[in-house]
């Protein structure tokens, strides 16, 4: 029987193993150091918070795993023999395998800043990152202060983490202000506001110099390049960016770029050996996208791609519409289609801004300056329809079109007050138009799925 | 704030402590005067049962009410033995015991606590409402900024069974049972009642308008609890506000008033089987000999079962009672309220669900059947089997230790809808309907889910609510009482309450791949099938 091995337990990992499962007989072994059993790594920060424990965090009970004979070895793979299809583990042991997916996630970046490693620093990423915040950062008497360098959503979270805790932030942001690589301006700056409005002490536009150390080699304080100012602190939380987790393979045979890179099959350069989820790095990116998407979602799909093709259904990675979503403390996020923001914006792209007179809620519609198709959405505390706005972006709808049926998109929970109305009317009010809001449709929802 | 909290706990904690020792205060003395009056009222015809109470209590001053009343319950046991033998079958009291000595503890109890109603019932309700919300409201100025906090839950000993969890659990477990079996032990609590129920009803309180009281009571102080911590969320201030109206304008009020007006206590909300003995002789006696009203009760809980709670299942699922309506409900989805993630999530949990709902579901329903057979055939047993013994061992097992001391009592153990997930009739049926004929689902919004597991934690009715939604699958199961927490506190916005056209592929669809994927993907699974 063939052997399928998997290094990685994260989602693309596992994803693949279980559309593997579905779709055919063959052996199934799960590698990883890291864990035992897969959890949501998107939920570490809820751990910490009190929300959940550590086993609410993994999606499938432990029994999952024997049922769908899927092996599951902890261990940390050290060397791939590509010519004896061979695994050598850190402890000396050896696996075979016939088919490999090399599926090993991101780790935290570090530019060598001085001090980056002592005790106390950190980034938020492995379940080990956790044991260590924990360790440091256990409550307000032992971690007076926590400064964290990077402004992306693994350090907002984390900023999160540590106020629940009522440890004092200060959190510092490279960018002139809040994710502006991302989001446009409007969005930004209230994301800003709602980091202040929590008294985490946000710092933009500034760099981290270095990280001192006390006496016993643990972090002290922190110097910022731009002031030179020194912040005391317990901790140091180091998120500015992920990178593909590949050290690992640099001695073997496969091609590495930042991370190991694929085709559209999302083979590697050595046969029988794939690569998916964070780690794994298109030759030449599809779209709008990066080469490399450190995503749960894409990892997700690239599972499920690859269970296809390794059970001779050949198929290429062809994501569909980019989405996405996250949440800024007490804002959730979520996107479909492209918005960008001022950096990498096309010169065709036109926005729509509306925002809530008092609440943080706004959205931006991103539309083509001269054909008015709809490109795609931001929405901040409005929850939408991932099924309608798929659809309508398949469909290449308008503007005029999407702001119409807005009421169809709409996921809020029932009772909410909704804005599609405001929406509507400034929409027609900037433009000169004259749309009219149609009334929610159930017949129309439902031929979105 | 905090030091405002702190007050607030300590004038709790005081109430709580007063409540508690109240029992223990005042005495209990039966003159033979009193003796021969309750003899004459209650019509008892056992000489024996008067001379063993003669012997053991008349005269004697009882400084608590136990010994009081384990003399008038054993004079009770001993008389009835002796009439069982010699087959003197009217002369045996046929009242529970407890009942019997209740009654006579209510009448002549005496002490500071019957002589100061008010202030007692300031020093224990009062300082327990006052402290209460002190510890409550500051939440407002503590957490600003409306949103989702659930921080600390896991860490702390009062949510996650830790030793707050079990005292609590203790003292619950405790009240239900003085309640439900002990009556005549807690004469004290009710006196403090009695201005109130006067008031309304014009009668003295009994243990039942203690509970009813207090129970309106804890809903609306957690209720407002509720309003603070879900301020942000339309559909669970109205939903709370929806319990909290039902609870007391349906449960409390409307059967006292109509029992100041003579006639029958009647919950027009509860519906058959959670109110298990609507189809009882007795009830059916009640009703037939209250006149109009009576047949008007009898016609509208009949409709109310086989019309109304179907009918608004399949348009707006079985949330419409659970979490809108029954009291069960709305004192788990407020006093319960903290305890809501602590029900199991496990498959082991599902299967011993499914077979212990519904087998209550078949009990209730065999039993409702074999009384109305015996009602109708005035006979007292059905294939040889004596219906009151059926009946009192439905009340004592299923509406006893079941629905109250479990189901309410192990809130900080098993979570807060241990009997509406597990022993409920009502929600059992209920279920039926919303799994396999209702508008009702929870929409999963495409591929947005992140399987963080937010939602399978806080669902009081251990439903596993990820494992449907990481497969964009919508979630459509009997147990659901659509109480929205789950989608309240997905970080994601991926879960959708929503009553929808009721057509099985919308509703119940699995895709193959999830939302995201290219869109040819979907296409070659579709021709590969
Ligand atoms: C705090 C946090 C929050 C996030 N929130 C979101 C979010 O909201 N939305 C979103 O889209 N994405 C989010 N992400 C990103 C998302 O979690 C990742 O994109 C996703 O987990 C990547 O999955 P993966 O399967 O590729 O790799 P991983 O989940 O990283 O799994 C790889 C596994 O392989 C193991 N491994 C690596 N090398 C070896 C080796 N040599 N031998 C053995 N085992 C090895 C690792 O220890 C790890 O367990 C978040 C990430 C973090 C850290
Ligand atoms: S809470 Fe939301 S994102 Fe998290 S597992 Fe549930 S549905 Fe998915
Ligand atoms: S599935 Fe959601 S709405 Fe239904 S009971 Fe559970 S938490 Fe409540």
Known sequence: ?449 | MKAIQHIGLSLFLAGLAIFTILPFIGSYELSTEKLDEIVQNKGIKSELFVKNLQESTVGKEFSTPFTFSSNIVSAIEDANEKHEANQEWDKKIWEKKHSFSYAIAKDIGAGPVRENKGLFWFLTFGLGIIGALLFIIPQLYLKPIPGIKNNGIWHSAATNRGWIGWFVFLFLVGFYILLYFFPDYIVNWTYIVDPISQSISGNMASQWFLYGFLYCVVMVVMGIRMYIKYRHNKYQMLRTTSVLFFQIAFAFLIPEIMVSLEMPWYDFKNAFPLDYDFFFEWNLKTLVNSGFIGIFILVWGTVLTIVVVPVMVYFFGKRWYCSWVCGCGGLAETLGDPYRHLSDKSLRAWQIERWLIHGVLVFAILMTGMTLYAYFMEVDTVFGIKTQLVKDTYGFLIGSIFAGVIGTGFYPIFGNRVWCRFGCPLAAYLGLVQRFKSKFRITTNGGQCISCGNCSTYCEQGIDVRAYAQKGQNIVRSSCVGCGICSAVCPRGVLKLENGPDDGATRHQVPEVILGNDVNLFEMLEENK
């Open chain 1, 1 to 449: 029987m063939e052997h399928i091995v998997i290094i990685g337990n994260g989602i693309s990992g596992v994803t693949a193993a279980r559309h593997i499962r579905k779709l055919s007989d063959k052996r199934i072994t799960i590698i990883s150091a890291e864990t035992e059993y897969f959890f949501s790594r998107t939920a570490l920060m809820y751990i910490y918070m009190g929300h959940m424990k550590f086993e609410h965090t993994q999606p499938y009970e432990n029994w999952f795993w024997e049922k769908n004979r899927i092996e599951l070895k902890k261990g940390f793979v050290t060397h791939i023999n590509d010519a004896s299809k061979e695994l050598v583990f850190a402890n000396g042991e050896t696996m075979n395998y016939d088919k490999l997916i090399i599926a090993t996630g991101s780790k935290p970046n570090k530019f060598g800043w001085p001090g980056q490693d002592l005790d106390g620093v950190m980034g938020m990423y492995h379940k080990q990152d956790l044991e260590t915040l924990e360790k440091f950062a256990p409550n307000n008497k032992v971690c007076k202060r926590a400064v964290i360098v990077g402004g992306g959503l693994i350090g907002i979270e984390l900023a999160e983490m540590l106020q629940s805790r009522d440890i004092p932030v200060t959190f510092l942001v490279r960018e002139n202000s809040f994710w502006n690589g991302v989001l446009p301006a409007g969005e930004s700056a209230m994301i800003n506001e709602h980091i202040k409005e929590h008294h985490i002490d946000l710092r933009l536009g500034v760099n981290l110099q270095e990280i001192k150390a006390d006496e016993h080699g643990k972090v002290k304080s922190i110097i910022i390049k731009e002031t030179g100012e020194e912040i005391a602190c317990d901790v140091v939380g180091l998120t500015a960016g992920v990178s593909p987790n590949v050290d690992f393979l640099k001695e073997s045979n496969i091609e590495l770029g930042r991370g190991v890179k694929v085709n559209r099959m999302l083979e590697t350069n050595v046969k029988d050996i794939y690569a998916i989820g964070d780690c794994a790095e298109q030759h030449e990116a599809i779209g709008n996208r990066r080469p490399i998407e450190a995503v749960w979602y894409t990892g997700r799909m690239m599972g499920e791609t690859v269970a296809q093709t390794i059970c001779g259904n050949p198929k290429e990675y062809n994501p569909g519409h980019w989405f996405n979503s996250a949440k800024f403390l007490d804002i959730e996020y979520q996107t479909y289609g492209w918005v960008f923001g001022e950096r990498g914006r096309p010169e065709y792209e036109q926005h729509f801004h509306w925002k809530h007179p008092k609440k943080h809620l706004c959205i931006t519609v991103a539309f083509h300056k001269e054909t008015h198709e709809f490109l795609g959405i931001n929405t901040f505390g409005i929850r939408m329809r991932h099924h309608a706005f798929d659809k309508w972006l398949t469909e290449k709808r308008s503007v005029e079109y999407v702001l119409a049926h807005l009421a169809d998109a709409n996921f809020d929970p029932e009772f909410y007050k909704l804005h599609e109305k405001d929406i509507v009317a400034q929409f027609n009010q900037e433009h000169h138009t004259n749309i009219l809001l149609k009334k929610r449709s159930w017949k129309r929802i439902f031929q979105f799925s």
